[in-house]
Structure formats: C-alpha cells, structure tokens
C-alpha cells in the first residue's frame, strides 16, 4: 500500500464544488482583496462593506483567540485595525463541507507593519442560515 504525503490530501481549490465551500472561498478572496485595499490613502470602514455583504450582519458572530464572541460591528473594528496595519498572505489546504457547516484549513502569514512575520495554522468553522448568509466563525489557531 503506497503511503500518502500530506500534500496529496490537499483539496484541489479549483474543483471545489459545493455550494457553501464555494462561499468561504468567496468570502477568503474578499478578505485578501480588502487586506491589501485596506493601506491605500482614504480607506475607512466602508471598505468591509463587500464582505458584510456576505453575511447577515444582525445574527453574524465571530469566535475567535480565547474563546471571545464578537458580533459585526465589533468585527469589522478588528478588521479595520488588523486590515490596515498588516500585510497577510494565506496558503490554501483543505476545505470541507457538511450541510450549511465549511471547514477551511489554512496557514496564515501576517506580518505587521515594521514587525517580523508570524505564522499560523487555522481552521476555520463557517455557518450558513437558510438564505446562505454567513452567520457564525468558529477559529482555531496553532502557533508557536
């Protein structure tokens, strides 16, 4: 029995198929997009308004580092704060779907600005209401 390399069990991003997997890829591509948008003279919170427009920004609640729970508002401050400050970059690797529920694996390169790169890897829990809106992040981190 041949032995599998990790790299073989990495999803192949372009025949990701399903509907909600399609979504998170979406909503990544908006993130890197926003990320790199976000250092331009002028860009104030607005800028996030693409990627707002990807959830249901009433009922939406991100649960990150520690276990904190954050609602849009409070989350697009991070993002506003992290976006404008940061340049990040992330290596695709594997993405799961299971009912409304995706499951993206990435490592994620940050690096701050005057700062030394940190790396990490993540799994990210994306959940979708019935109407596709994303509506709840779960996010685990490994990192040294």
Not at 28 to 57: H, M, N, Q
């Amino acid at each position: 029995m041949a032995t599998q390399t990790l790299e073989s069990t990495w999803t192949d991003r372009t025949a990701v198929t399903g509907e909600y997997a399609r979504k998170v890829l979406d909503y990544t591509d908006c993130i890197k997009r926003t990320v790199d948008r976000a250092k331009e003279p002028g860009f104030d919170e607005s800028g996030w308004d693409e990627l707002a427009a990807l959830l249901d920004t009433a009922r939406f609640e991100r649960v990150g580092n520690d276990r904190v729970a954050m609602g849009w508002d409070v989350y697009r401050g991070l993002l506003m704060q992290w976006g404008t400050t940061t340049d990040f970059w992330a290596e695709f690797h594997r993405v799961s779907e299971a009912g409304r529920r995706v499951f993206l694996e990435l490592t994620e390169h940050n690096t701050p600005r005057g700062g030394a790169e940190s790396v990490v890897n993540s799994c990210t829990v994306y959940q979708f209401d019935e109407a596709g809106k994303l509506v709840h992040l779960d996010i685990y981190l490994q990192h040294d």
